[in-house]
């Protein structure tokens, strides 16, 4: 039996939303707001109004924050309910009960089987991600699933092998994280009411932005990583990478878009913060690459200019909402 949720979705004809478009410095950036961001928009709704989390991320030592929207702030601007599934039995079991109520379901599954990182993980390296199932066909061995910035089938193989129908009972397995998602409550609030709101998140994760400059505190972890970082190579730097300069430069490149979409709702006085963290945006793609080039070459690698420049504009994005608070 078939069951969807958001019906009418092929991913011969899906069309991603505008933070996922080729004008994008990060095209992805990370795996569950990516899903958040596509989820919102297929039910018609607009993502950029939760994005203010994004202010309050910070270098936590060996990474970013990995940053991703509260199910409160979800509940409270979109009516959509997240409550954490218990996998107490397959989960291809929990799939059918939950997606014929009308309910999605976002699950941990292994990139090793999701056709659309072909050229990367597929049928390559095992890597844990999150997707979210939405139309399943058990008899057809089909799966259409939200990943990352977009949306795509999965079939025969990579069916078996993502809800682990031929492997055997195996006590220590332990299950993956799911959650379900219920938005048969959904709220499409007016513009100015939906922008208000996000104004408040703005408010809110001001207060709890990091209480000294990330940046200065990043720079100085990378100088002293750098060696060992050149000593592992570019596979361990790809990882190390993600977990840090991908992020910091995703997360504000996220906050720019949300701030930039205030603006056009009323807030102009804004305005400079968001150019200020496109900065920290563009400048965080050029390390990435420099930094690469300096792990591959064992070379010296003069970071000062690119972390001050990502530093001060953090600073003045921080004072400019602080000042209009």
């Given at each position: ?8 979705l092929d991913p011969?004809?899906?069309r991603?939303?505008a ?9 992805e ?6 899903l958040?961001?596509?989820?919102l928009?297929?039910y018609g709704?607009?993502?950029l109004?939760?994005l203010?989390?994004?202010l ?5 030592g060996d990474q ?7 199910h ?9 309910e ?13 799939a059918?009960?939950?997606l014929?109520a009308?309910?999605l379901i976002?699950t941990e599954a292994?990139?090793?089987?999701l056709?659309d990182?072909?050229?990367?993980d597929?049928?390559r390296?095992?890597?844990?991600t999150?997707i979210?199932l ?5 008899a ?14 999965l ?6 092998e993502?809800?682990r129908l031929?492997?055997?009972s ?8 799911a959650e379900?998602?219920?938005a048969?409550?959904?709220?499409r609030q007016?513009?100015a ?9 703005v ?11 990330p ?10 990583e ?6 592992r190579g570019l596979a ?7 977990s840090?300069?991908r992020?910091?430069?995703?997360a504000?490149e996220l ?13 102009q ?5 968001a ?5 920290i945006?563009?400048?965080s793609k050029?390390?990435?690459?420099k ?7 064992r070379?010296?690698f003069?970071?000062y200019a ?8 953090w ?7 602080a000042?209009?608070?």
């Open positions: 039996m078939q069951h969807s949720v958001i019906n009418g011969a004809t899906y991603r939303h933070l996922h478009g080729e004008q994008s410095v990060w095209l950036k990370n795996c569950y707001i990516d958040w961001i596509e989820v928009h297929a709704l607009e993502p109004a939760m203010p989390f994004t309050a991320t910070d270098f936590e970013w924050t990995f940053f991703k929207p509260g409160g702030e979800l509940r409270d601007l979109y009516g959509i997240v409550q954490e599934l218990t996998v107490w039995r397959s989960l291809l079991e929990h059918e009960e939950h014929a009308g309910k976002a292994d990139a090793f089987w056709p990182v072909a050229g990367t597929y049928r390296q095992h890597s844990k999150t979210v939405n139309d399943l066909d058990s057809k061995r089909r799966l259409g699933y939200f990943h990352n910035a977009g949306y795509y089938n079939e025969g193989e990579d069916f078996i993502t809800f031929n492997a055997a195996d006590p220590a397995f332990m299950p993956l994280f379900f998602v219920r048969d409550r959904v709220v007016p513009s009411e939906l922008a208000a709101r996000s104004r408040d998140l408010r809110k994760y001001l207060r709890l932005r990091p209480p000294t400059n940046l200065v505190r990043f720079r100085e972890r990378f100088e002293r750098l060696p060992e970082l050149q000593t361990y730097y790809h990882v190390w990478a993600f840090t300069i992020q910091v430069g995703a504000f906050a720019a878009e949300n701030i930039k979409w205030l603006q056009s709702n009323g807030w006085s804004l305005g400079p913060a150019v200020a963290f496109e900065q945006t563009q400048a050029t390390l990435i690459l930094a690469a080039r300096a792990v591959n070459s070379r010296n003069e970071s690119i972390f001050d420049e990502m530093a001060a504009a600073q003045r994005g921080m004072d400019t909402l000042k209009t608070d």
